[in-house]
């Protein structure tokens, strides 16, 4: 009998442990996207592939969430993985610094402006950007359009936060750097007219009050009229009559953010800091490189530099 006890004592804690070990793992990370769409489902779908342990990670859209949502999964998972740069916003503003966080397919510029709590220690805060270095940009400039020498940046006053860095890699390359910045989104084409009869290229970034759905078509028709190409941060902006750009895929974005929060899981240690993603793809325009008289070469004999840099 005594034995029999001991053996239903054993098969219930074992039940116990691995309920317990269940819950713990499916509320282990939360990642809260910005928006519905193919985008943010590719990048969850690469996320969930590389992180290894679907039943530890649940999926939810910000437009379900409130303010006491995103505190309650901050108490309840370990890690909240905010997708975008609205979700980013709202898990800055009330995570409470109770879970780490890893935040992808944000601007850098628009990551460091968050409100981020003291209480969470940075070595707990991590991103993958959506934008390039500035190295990487400028190395596909190198490549399309080797004379070119005068690169042109427009820019809010939160995008500040790249052009010393932008600033450093234009000099080391002995290219000069023409700055404009937009106090508002409707003074883009002030902003435009300034720089352009100077520039031989004009280098896009993410930054939302400069390049929006309201005004991309304008800003790419005024560079298009003034004969400056432009290299742009999407497939998007290339499809839309950009000459180029180098960006990340949310695939490639969601796989390195999945093996991130995979290493930190098993190791439970600290994040690795910030970072741009490690890999990147290139789109081309060529019926607008040849209107505006460009030669490109060949997408797949171009090589750039593939490390990400702090």
Not at 13 to 28: I, K, N, R
Not at 76 to 101: C, D, N, S, W, Y
Not at 130 to 140: A, H, K, N, V
Not at 147 to 163: E, F
Request: hydrophobic share 45%; proline share 6%.
């Amino acid at each position: 009998m005594t034995r029999w006890l001991l053996l239903v004592c054993r098969i219930v804690l074992s039940f116990c442990l691995w309920l317990g070990a269940t819950a713990h793992a499916a509320g282990a990370v939360a990642m809260i996207l910005s928006e519905r769409g193919p985008a943010y489902e590719e990048l969850a779908n690469a996320f969930a592939d590389a992180y290894g342990d679907r039943r530890g990670l649940r999926v939810l859209y910000l437009e379900d969430l409130d303010a006491k949502g995103v505190q309650d999964l901050a108490r309840e998972a370990r890690l909240l993985v905010p997708v975008g740069i609205k979700a980013t916003h709202m898990v800055a503003e009330h995570t409470g610094g109770q879970a780490a966080v890893l935040a992808l397919m944000v601007p850098r510029s628009g990551f460091e402006a968050q409100p981020w709590p003291a209480s969470l220690s940075r070595r707990r805060l991590s991103a993958v950007y959506i934008d390039q270095p500035p190295g990487r940009s400028l190395g596909l400039i190198e490549k399309l359009l080797p004379k070119a020498r005068q690169i042109g940046v427009i820019h809010s006053q939160q995008g500040l936060a790249n052009i010393a860095a932008l600033t450093q890699e234009v000099a080391r390359r002995r290219m000069s750097l023409r700055l404009a910045e937009v106090p508002a989104s409707g003074e883009v084409g002030a902003a435009l007219r300034q720089v352009l009869p100077e520039l031989d290229v004009l280098l896009l970034q993410p930054d939302a009050l400069v390049i929006n759905a309201s005004n991309v078509q304008h800003v790419l028709l005024t560079t298009y009229r003034y004969r400056v190409p432009v290299i742009g941060f999407s497939q998007g902006l290339v499809k839309a009559g950009a000459v180029a750009a180098v960006y990340s895929t949310p695939t490639q974005i969601g796989a390195q953010g999945g093996q991130i929060a995979r290493q930190w899981r098993l190791g439970e240690g600290d994040l690795p800091p910030p970072r741009h993603c490690d890999d990147y793809a290139i789109a081309l325009n060529p019926h607008v490189a040849r209107s505006l008289g460009l030669r490109l070469p060949e997408e797949s004999s171009i090589r750039l530099q593939s490390g990400g840099e702090p």
